[in-house]
């Protein structure tokens, strides 16, 4: 019924409220016509306040030539409040008969009219210019706030953006792949603890450059000094765990945009998102043996569960590595996409999902994430548990030289 409402309340319904007499059809693509969540403004509050000084028809003119540009949708609430002030203010009490039961749109309409009973038509009107101010200033006061987070990240390693209903969250590392440091998992932590609260209906992670990304940062571990080893192995081992428990945890749908080849852990997260994306170009690496590592982020149980125990072998004891098309065809992707058309095709997917009511995809995220949270936690701290003692194993140590020494013979 709220998206009812929102799709049908023209803008001019409130600016104007002698269109509903007219019953002119809403203006397309108009901002009134757009689907939002609605919003409540704590300015919906003042208007029993009577005002001492009465706003003049001046000012209610000035407000209603505001109202219609406003730059964010106000929301249902709001929008019913206004338009029942401005019928108020210009026709005093509701005498009209109620629309019958079905006609929904209307009778919201109309209740929210006839809510304000006997309201003196001066007040209706100051009520109705308050209002309309307290709707531009808290708008104008979020996008100074918008532009000035625009103008400073608070991310070394990444870049948060907000469109519409969707928020991205770039890996901005591409000299080094878009490896994963140790500041780069707390940033990546941080970052979705933000987006699992905002007002964002879908949340995006993709990498920047060719690579979605090389997997965890193999230089770390070479900088450590003997005495440190002990510490820096258990800290690791703890980084780790709160930074899969944030993708077992995540609230709302996650996506991720595969824009070129992942390695190690970004693969193995892959299985806690709700959407896969890839390009074709993309390539599914998970070289644990080589680097005398073990498996991570829960793939020792998601991997044997998504694409059965000899592929998720294939993949997490022996290496193989996948193309885009059999990472699908294992059902670790969801949808492979040509790289000439990759980042049309899936924003305009994405953005098309976004519009979809947040709370009930929320909610179904939840349900079908929800049967195996316990169990993934409890994988989580055992996969941490066999990859402390892997990281001081020989194996490891070696893997570690030869990737540094690859890199000096470079
Ligand atoms: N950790 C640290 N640095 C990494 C990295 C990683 N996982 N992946 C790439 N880099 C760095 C490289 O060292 C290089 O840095 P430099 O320019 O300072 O020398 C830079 O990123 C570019 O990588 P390069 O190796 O030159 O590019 P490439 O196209 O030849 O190879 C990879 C790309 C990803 C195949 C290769 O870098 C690689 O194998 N990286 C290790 C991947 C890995 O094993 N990850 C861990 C899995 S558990």
């Known amino acids: 019924m709220a998206a009812l409402v929102s799709s049908t ?51 209610f003119e000035r407000a209603k030539v505001q109202v219609k540009h406003l730059k964010e949708d106000p929301g249902n609430e709001v929008k019913l409040k206004l338009y029942a002030l401005f019928k108020q203010a210009t026709e005093g009490q509701c005498t009209s008969p109620k629309p019958g039961m079905l006609d929904f749109v209307n009778k919201a309409k109309w209740d929210a009219w006839n809510a304000l009973g006997s309201l003196p038509k001066d007040t ?18 979020n996008q100074e706030k918008t532009s000035a987070s625009d103008k400073k990240s608070e991310y070394e390693n990444l870049v948060v953006t907000r469109e519409g209903n969707i928020t991205q969250i770039l890996l901005n590392r591409p000299t ?33 450059g060719d690579y979605y990304s090389s997997g965890n940062d193999l230089t770390e571990f070479m900088s450590v000094q003997p005495n440190e080893i002990e510490k820096k192995i258990q800290d690791a081992s703890v980084l780790l765990r709160k930074f899969v428990d944030h ?5 709302k749908p996650l996506v991720a945009v595969v824009n070129g080849s992942a390695v190690g852990i970004s693969v193995t997260l892959l299985a806690l998102f ?5 390009t074709d170009k993309a390539t599914f690496h998970t070289p644990f043996t080589e680097l ?30 996948l193309t885009a098309q059999e990472a699908c065809a294992r059902g670790l992707v969801t949808e492979v996409f040509p790289d000439s058309t990759f980042q049309k095709e899936v924003w305009t997917r994405l953005k098309a999902y976004s519009q979809l009511p947040p709370k009930t995809m929320m909610v179904s995220k939840q349900l079908i994430r929800s049967f195996e949270k316990e169990t993934l936690h409890r994988i989580n701290v055992e996969e ?21 020494n690859r890199k000096s013979k470079l």
């Open 9 to 59: 309340l023209p803008r001019g319904a409130i600016a104007a409220a002698s269109l509903l007499a007219c019953r002119r059809p809403p203006l397309p693509g108009s901002l009134w016509g757009r689907r939002f969540p609605a919003v409540s403004f704590p300015a919906l509050q003042l208007h029993t306040a009577s005002g001492a000084m009465r706003a003049s028809q001046e000012d």
């Open 124 to 141: 209706a009107r100051q009520n109705y210019v308050d209002l309309v101010a307290s709707l531009v200033s808290s708008q104008s006061l």
């Open 176 to 208: 080094k792949k878009n490896a994963i440091n140790v500041k780069m998992y707390n940033e990546i932590m941080l970052a979705l603890e933000a987006a699992g609260k905002d007002d964002s209906s879908l949340t995006v992670i993709t990498g920047n």
């Open 247 to 251: 993708f077992i945890d995540f609230p």
């Open 274 to 278: 709700d959407l896969v994306y890839a």
């Open 292 to 321: 005398g590592q073990s498996p991570e982020a829960c793939s020792s149980y998601t991997f044997p569960k998504i694409m059965g125990p000899v592929k998720a072998a294939e993949m997490l004891i022996f290496g193989r590595k």
């Open 384 to 404: 941490c548990a066999v990859l402390r003692e892997r990281w001081v194993s020989e194996d490891c140590l070696n893997a570690l030289v030869n990737f540094m």
